[in-house]
């Protein structure tokens, strides 16, 4: 059975650190996987993606430049490392898989940042 699981948030200061990750199971191959993002009250907001391979890698614009995905090399697993940290960023985080024409989503974890 496919699952995504999502482990990693909690509580930090702006300006401050966090990383997040995501490990997908149930899947035969290896997938390009994503991150999504939704604060209370807004719609769900692309924050990254990586392919199968690792080499290419893209940003939300809200987030480039301070955030840094990463995967395990022949993994399902991946790392989104979140620095210079803002309010803003206060969502919760969800690992994203589409395979098949099927969205895969785990159930998130939160993020919130707060002084």
């Known amino acids: 059975q496919a699952q995504l699981v999502e482990s990693g948030g909690g509580l930090v200061q702006p300006g401050g650190s966090l990383s997040v990750s995501c490990e997908a199971s149930?899947?035969?191959?290896?997938?390009?996987m994503n991150w999504y993002r939704q604060a209370a009250g807004k719609e769900r907001e692309f924050v990254a993606a990586?392919?199968?391979?690792?080499?290419?890698?893209n940003y939300g614009t809200s987030v480039k430049g301070r955030f840094a995905l990463s995967r395990v090399n022949g993994k399902n697993t991946m790392y989104l490392q979140m620095n210079s940290l803002k309010t803003d960023d206060t969502a919760v985080y969800y690992c994203?898989?589409?395979?098949?024409?099927?969205?895969?989503w785990g159930t998130g974890t939160l993020v919130t940042v707060s002084a």
């Open positions: 990586i392919s199968s391979t690792g080499g290419k890698i």
């Open positions: 149930g899947f035969q191959n290896i997938l390009s």
């Open positions: 994203h898989v589409h395979l098949d024409g099927i969205d895969y």
